[in-house]
């Protein structure tokens, strides 16, 4: 053991030999020394372990091509791109929706060049970063008046802020969901400074529920949508249009909490999916405010509009958490040039990739998993057993939590390593990819895969199987 130590070289000769290699130029040569002791140091405990036991395991070629690796990866970037091949089109995990060319081409041109963000090019003067993508909204919703901040979490929050500080807001039992990521109504609604007033129970609540709690401390009524879990059997809600008669009759507002907020019409399209009312639908049943994700079903970026009547919109614009939660230039840019899409819901539907990916037919995507299945096969032989079967995939994000989406997978098996070790390695390809495993195999799902990126995953899978 001590005599494999002694052939560890010195931090000082370690660093001479990298002097010359352009890639590491741009760091500072301390943060290059700590990460050389910390590599060093990582093959002492593998000697001490005994992973690393004989000699030719520390061999000068050797030796450098782990530290280079080990180098490699301590000095990319942390955040990068994966491959999804996990079907899910809205992975929370893996960053939600992903964004039109066009859209991600706005975000470039945002990021280069100064922009009339908040400067209104008509009068010279300063304008507001609200009027880029109002007007879109209002044509798109039939609302009167809208505006966007970070997410949807916090237009719940400001909403509930504006309209019902200090005062009860009322909601079915049925309704108090937590969505991922710890997002509780209850708790968002504390933090608001609103009090939670509930009715009904957890599977039926009736309009008489809400009616009898109404007192003069009211400050609004609020439907959420329960997004990721549906009530069946014995169950009852309250309508939407039947909510706003009480709000009308009371005098108060009601906001609904839509979650993912969904522009296209799915059934109107020839997709039967379970009934999901659009943005559209909730307008014109007249709620007073609604909010909705970016990046859920829209598939924009990161974002959470509202939109509703115009005397509501302008109080939210003028509260002062507005600033605290505001949109940044680049989601403005990217969110305007996703809404220019919906403004033709067949061009939505080729444009918008999440809209794409969840209307594809099972025709196209039993081609693509054979086509896949071919460059895997030419590339790998016998090394991967490679096979195509029939699944569902899934929508994500909360949105139609049970919908099936009929799909082929491409399953993979290697003779050398079972498929979890294969799942483990594909973490750590560059760039990683994502799969599951289904029936003893590692699957892919063609419906989030672009076909250009069939070539990446065949060079991945090389990176995978290597020793
Ligand atoms: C997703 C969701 C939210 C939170 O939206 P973010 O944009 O992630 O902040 C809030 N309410 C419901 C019902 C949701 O589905």
């Known amino acids: 053991m001590s005599s494999l130590f002694r052939l560890l070289p010195s931090v000082d000769s370690v660093l001479s030999g990298l002097a010359d290699k352009k890639c590491y130029s741009n760091y500072p040569r301390a943060f290059i020394r700590d990460l050389v002791n910390d590599f060093l140091e990582l093959c002492r405990q593998e000697i001490k372990a005994g992973t690393i036991s004989g000699d030719d395991e520390l061999s000068p070629e050797r030796f450098s091509s782990r530290l280079e690796a080990y180098l490699k990866v301590h000095t990319r970037p942390h955040f990068r791109r994966v491959i999804n091949a996990t ?123 809400y009616e009898s709690v109404i007192n003069e401390n009211t400050g609004a009524l609020l439907k959420v949508h329960t997004s990721n879990y549906r009530i069946i059997g014995f169950h009852k809600e309250v309508t939407l249009k039947e909510l706003v008669q009480l709000g009308d009759k009371h005098g108060l507002p009601v906001i609904e909490d839509m979650g993912s907020g969904n522009f296209f019409d799915f059934p109107g399209h020839g997709y039967h999916f379970m009934p999901e009312p659009t943005v559209q639908q909730v307008v014109k049943d007249g709620v007073s405010v609604v909010s909705f994700s970016g990046d859920k079903l829209l598939g924009g970026p990161q974002a ?11 109080k939210i614009k003028k509260n002062p958490m507005n600033r605290a939660i505001r949109i940044d230039k680049m989601t403005l840019a990217a969110l305007e040039s996703t809404l220019r899409f919906y403004l033709d819901s067949q061009v939505a539907m080729r444009e918008v990739p999440t809209l794409r990916m969840i209307t594809m037919k099972q025709e196209e995507l039993k081609k693509a998993a054979q086509k896949l299945m071919n460059r895997i096969r030419r590339s790998f032989g016998n090394e991967l057993k490679c096979s195509i079967f029939p699944a569902n995939s899934r929508v994500g994000g909360g949105s139609f939590p049970e919908q099936d989406l009929p799909t082929y997978l491409v399953g993979v098996k290697s003779d050398r390593m079972n498929c979890e070790q294969l799942k483990e390695k594909l973490l750590r390809t560059d760039p990683p990819l994502i799969g599951m495993i289904v029936h003893d195999l590692f699957c892919l799902d063609p419906r989030t895969l672009d076909v250009d990126e069939f070539g990446l995953v065949v060079e991945v899978l090389g990176q995978a199987l290597e020793v």
């Open 87 to 209: 079907g899910v089109v809205i992975h929370t995990n893996l960053g939600r929706s992903i964004l039109n060319r066009q859209a991600a081409q706005a975000v470039w041109e945002a990021c280069l060049h100064y922009s009339n963000l908040e400067f209104s090019l008509n009068t010279g003067k300063r304008g507001s970063r609200y009027s880029h993508v109002e007007e879109l909204l209002c044509r798109i919703t039939g609302a009167e008046a809208g505006l966007v901040v970070n997410n949807n979490a916090s237009a719940v929050l400001i909403i509930l802020d504006t309209l019902a500080k200090g005062r009860e807001v009322v909601v079915s039992r049925g309704q108090l969901v937590e969505i991922g990521g710890s997002f509780r109504i209850p708790d968002v609604m504390a933090k608001s400074g609103a009090f939670l007033k509930e009715v009904g129970a957890t599977n039926r609540t009736h309009l008489k529920d």
């Open 304 to 314: 959470g509009i509202i939109v509703g009547r115009e005397k509501i919109i302008s």
